[in-house]
């Protein structure tokens, strides 16, 4: 299983970016799918998530600006970011998982993205 991550860069603040996520290769399924983000010098930070039984959910400090879909399970999952502010800057991080094709879970983080916020 690959996780290819996209859609990072340089944006002004006020700016938006969509990042995605997609597992290819020896993937059956997919029922969970998250991002997090990490700034430099700071820890890990959950974002949100999108599960098949649950649906999309972002944490309380982010929603109004950050929407995470997918493309109805087929195994891609969207961060939507909206009104980005300097501190968004971080590399952001999608994990995945799911079964494989003979019915083995997994469970992968992607090697992330940078997303800088400047003017």
């Known amino acids: 299983v690959q996780l290819q991550a996209s859609g990072g860069g340089l944006v002004q603040p006020g700016g938006s970016l969509r990042l995605s996520c997609r597992a290819d290769?020896?993937?059956?399924?997919?029922?969970?799918m998250a991002w997090s983000r990490q700034a430099p010098g700071k820890g890990r930070e959950f974002i949100g998530h999108?599960?098949?039984?649950?649906?999309?959910s972002v944490v309380d400090s982010l929603k109004g600006r950050f929407t995470i879909s997918t493309d109805n399970g087929k195994g891609t999952a969207y961060l939507q970011m909206n009104m980005l502010r300097v501190e968004d800057t971080a590399v952001y991080l999608c994990?995945?998982?799911?079964?494989?094709?003979?019915?083995?879970?997994?469970?992968?983080w992607g090697q992330g993205t940078q997303v800088t916020v400047s003017s």
């Open positions: 994990n995945v998982r799911g079964l494989q094709n003979d019915y083995s879970g997994f469970d992968y």
């Open positions: 290769g020896n993937v059956f399924a997919t029922n969970y």
């Open positions: 999108v599960t098949s039984s649950s649906g999309a």
